[in-house]
């Protein structure tokens, strides 16, 4: 079986690898990189249509290069593949694409990977295969009586296949969210189940973006700056307990570190559900061969229902022993690796700060990148 040698190993070229890897060659550190698919940041190619990023582009590009100045604030998502293009152009990042890292495990003093393309030697493996890596797909009662069709979100692309039928989004995150706006700015009948209280915040106030004013509004002393973004919240979202949503009381800032579950960044669909474009239902119980029946006994007849329920970073399916590494979300907790997982590094997977994924991403590999570089002097 043929075997590579290599100091350094990225798993996943997508934006978390690529920043692992523009850092290594900033700093001379050798390296090789794999993908299971046959594109530099797959998943960007392939998401829906309208999106484009919730974070602004200063606080959203990778380590050394900018976006181009005629991007806009917000990139979207054609934009950004192509950036990350041309990024790996730039630093001379070359993936060995169509390879699946199937296992990693300790041998000695080196970290084994298995791959469906041979096997790699690797001192150092910096797993980038970010937390959104499998679709989370929960089954409910009486599911295959359901005569309609069932789809998880990631292969929504546009609304034009739901003209004339009835969609239920299921889950009202940042994607149910949008995916619901999407369909209901196109005329189509669409519903959304929401099971829990929302955390719903405005992307920009007064064309200022919320993003850049929470992270100013985190310094004010005593927390009047989070008092401030309450009262702002009241006046811009409101009330939509008449609309079958009820409003959490827990801060955004702490939910998202406790959590690592970001509020739903509000576009316009809150719009769209006060003037009845989008209608909101509650949790489902189970199917019926039309539609759904919700938990207070209510049966929804629908065509289409999308699985907006999010994903899971499931590294255990190929990390070969991960007692200890993983948090109750089951993501990894550091972004070093220690003791048994000493030489394991982790990016892409904290969640848990202001800023978006993307933030957290220059962040990691930075200390990744001078962790590796301090130990190889």
Known sequence: MDVRRTKNLIIGAGPSGLAVAGRFRKQNIPFEIIEQTDKIAWSWHNHYDRLLLHTVKELSHLPYLEFPVDYPRYVPKAKLAAYYEKYAEHFDIRPCFNTTANSVKKEEDYWGVDTNNGSYKAHNVIIATGINRTPFIPIWENQSDFLGAIMHSRNYKNALPFKGKKVLVVGMGNTGAELALDLSKHDIDVSISVRSPLLIVPRDINGRPVQITAKK????????????????????????????????????????????????????????????????????????????????????????????????????QFIENTDGLLDSYGVPKNVIGTGIHQGLYFVGFDNYKLGGILGTVVNDSKIIADDIFRKSI
């Open 217 to 316: 509004l985190e310094k004010l002393p005593f927390g009047l700056g989070r008092w401030i973004g309450k009262q702002v919240r009241k006046i811009v979202i409101g009330d939509l307990s008449k609309h079958g949503i009820s409003i959490s009381k827990k801060d955004p800032i702490d939910h998202l570190k406790q959590t690592g579950k970001t509020p739903v960044i509000d576009l316009g669909t809150v719009r769209q559900i006060k003037s009845g474009k989008i209608k909101v239902v509650g949790d489902i119980n189970s199917f019926y061969e039309k539609g759904v029946k919700l938990r207070d006994g209510t049966k929804i007849s629908v065509d289409v229902v999308i699985l907006a329920t999010g994903y899971r970073a499931k590294v255990e």
